[in-house]
């Protein structure tokens, strides 16, 4: 191996043409392989002289019945977010009947994430679902390198290697933008995600091909990145308010970004929708309760978890290989536009 590296879970599975899963279970005796598999995977082991660590032989073996929650957010974060708590309810409830026991872990910092770390490489959990992903973060890499069975709420990208399941956030943007587009509103603008995020993107994309679609130049002077926040909805429409004052509509790619947006609106005295109607992203609890009631993106939070929590636990019970699930989205119209 290049620079006397040793090889791998990861590497076998590479060389034979198989799934980590699969490696683990030949390693361990497993007789839920193909024979042509096992072949493949024991002379992939012979050329690469591997040999097994305690991380690949518990992909089958030693088990927990226990899994991590990871969220790299702030306790603020996690209590002011209606996403997180619904997420949360959707996997509690599908590992209810599993006796699988969920650990909630929060990654705020650097020695938090050490500590996630070395609790998953000591196998004290036998799986990770991971919320809120970005860019950057080093966390999904690492544990993809470890073997650990994986599933993220969302992906990081199109070539996303490790399970996920995610929501229709291209589509449910166009859908949002179609809707004010039929309205009769030309001056559309949006409140971003966070651009270090594939669900940011893909809402902001999405508001790009509903403009596309219908023949209206998407104006770029429109763009105003968030963060998912109440109060960087109300700054991102401050701003879109001071640079394109002429604005008819918004679509603002989270409910608390739109109560973000409502309320500075309603600061600038600009009637919702008379003067500019509002469109949200998920159809939180939040959404039936703004004045006016919140038109949004329904995305099926708690399924998500749930479906997140049901694919750990047939890779960790079951040894099934990589899933990854798109949810469908629809739009829910309310007084706000």
Known sequence: MAGNRQPTI??????????????????????LV????????????KELNYVPNSVARGLVTSRTDSVALVIPESESRLGSEPYFAA?????????????????LTLVRDQSERDQMIASVTTRRVDGVLLVSVHA?????????????PTVLAGRRDE?????????????????????LLDRGRRRIATIAGPLDMDVGRARLAG???????????????????????????????????ERAPDLDAVFAASD?????????????DRQVPGDVAVVGFE???LARHTHPPLTTVRQPVEELGRTMARILTDITRHGAERQQVTLPTRLVVRESS
């Open 10 to 31: 990861k590497t076998v599975a590479a060389r034979a043409g198989v799934g980590r899963t699969t490696v683990s279970r030949v390693v361990n005796g497993s007789d």
């Open 34 to 45: 193909s024979a042509d598999a096992r072949a493949r995977v024991l002379a992939a082991i």
């Open 87 to 103: 997420l949360i309810r959707g996997v509690s409830a599908a590992l209810a009947d599993t006796r699988t026991q969920l650990q």
């Open 136 to 148: 950057d973060d080093p966390l999904p890499g690492m544990l993809e390198e470890m073997g650990l």
């Open 159 to 179: 070539r996303e290697n490790l399970s996920y399941v995610d929501s229709d956030n291209a589509g449910g943007a166009a859908a949002a933008v179609r809707h």
């Open 207 to 241: 508001w790009r091909d509903a403009h596309g679609e219908a023949g209206v130049p998407a104006d770029e002077v429109l763009v105003q990145g968030g963060d998912f926040t109440e109060e960087g909805g109300r700054r991102a429409m401050r701003s879109l308010l």
């Open 256 to 268: 608390l970004m739109a109560v973000g947006a409502l309320a500075e609106l309603r600061r600038q």
């Open 283 to 285: 159809d939180s609890v």
